[in-house]
Nanobody, 118 residues
Framework: QVQLVESGGGLVQPGGSLRLSCRAS????????MDWYRQAPGKQRELVAT???????NYADFVKGRFTISRDNAKNTVYLQMNSLKPEDTAVYYC????????????WGQGTQVTVSS
């Protein structure tokens, strides 16, 4: 079956860095667009960054210049490097894989908690 397994979350001080990883299994990883979403308590889930199969990327305005999404198709893994973290970045971060052919495919990871606090 399809699994997306995130890792790398934790507690970090403001201004610090974390690197999230999401390893996929059960899908043809290189064919999928990969995204990171986040959801803070009491808020809706929001898109953070996207990387498509060609390697092109897109970022939400609130993380531009601070976060970098990348992928390693040989390892079936997508990464989110988060620098200059702020308390408002505190959220559960989710990995998402999506692909649309004649059928739409959507898969989600279980989430990893990121807490930015002094």
């Amino acid at each position: 079956q399809v699994q997306l397994v995130e890792s790398g979350g934790g507690l970090v001080q403001p201004g610090g860095s974390l690197r999230l990883s999401c390893r996929a299994s059960g899908i043809s990883f290189s064919l999928y667009a990969m995204d990171w979403y986040r959801q803070a308590p009491g808020k809706q889930r929001e898109l953070v960054a996207t990387i498509i199969h060609s390697g092109s990327t897109n970022y939400a305005d609130f993380v531009k210049g601070r976060f970098t999404i990348s992928r390693d198709n040989a390892k079936n893994t997508v990464y989110l490097q988060m620098n200059s973290l702020k308390p408002e970045d505190t959220a559960v971060y989710y990995c998402h894989a999506g692909r649309t052919t004649v059928v739409k495919y959507d898969y989600w990871g279980q989430g990893t908690q990121v807490t930015v606090s002094s």
